[in-house]
């Protein structure tokens, strides 16, 4: 089981960007997941979760600009993150608790 993270690239402060996170491998389900940030020379940091029965949290610094949600179907997670800012500029990351298991990061830069 792996996972895949993309979606990310270059935008300017304001706009809109959709992170993509897939579990390739045979799963029954997702259940939880959480998106972490890190940015250059700073710690790790977590954006946002996702529990099994669809309950979300969000860092204070991205509430009401980042969403997070699950296609079980298409077995991926999403982070839509909406009215972007410098200091979002990352490496965004998924973490699956279940199996312990890091996606790799997809570089999101923001420009001003």
């Known amino acids: 089981v792996q996972l895949q993270a993309s979606g990310g690239g270059l935008v300017q402060a304001g706009e809109s960007l959709t992170l993509s996170c897939v579990v390739h491998g045979s799963v029954f389900s997702i259940n939880a997941m959480q998106w972490y940030r890190q940015a250059q020379g700073e710690q790790r940091e977590k954006v946002a979760s996702i529990t099994s029965d669809g309950h979300t949290t969000y860092a204070d610094f991205v509430k009401g600009r980042f969403t997070i949600s699950r296609d079980e179907g298409k077995k991926t997670v999403y982070l839509q993150m909406n009215n972007l800012e410098p200091e979002d500029t990352a490496v965004y990351s998924c973490?699956?608790?279940?199996?312990?298991?890091w996606g790799q990061g997809t570089r999101s830069p923001v420009s001003s």
């Open positions: 973490w699956w608790p279940q199996y312990n298991l």
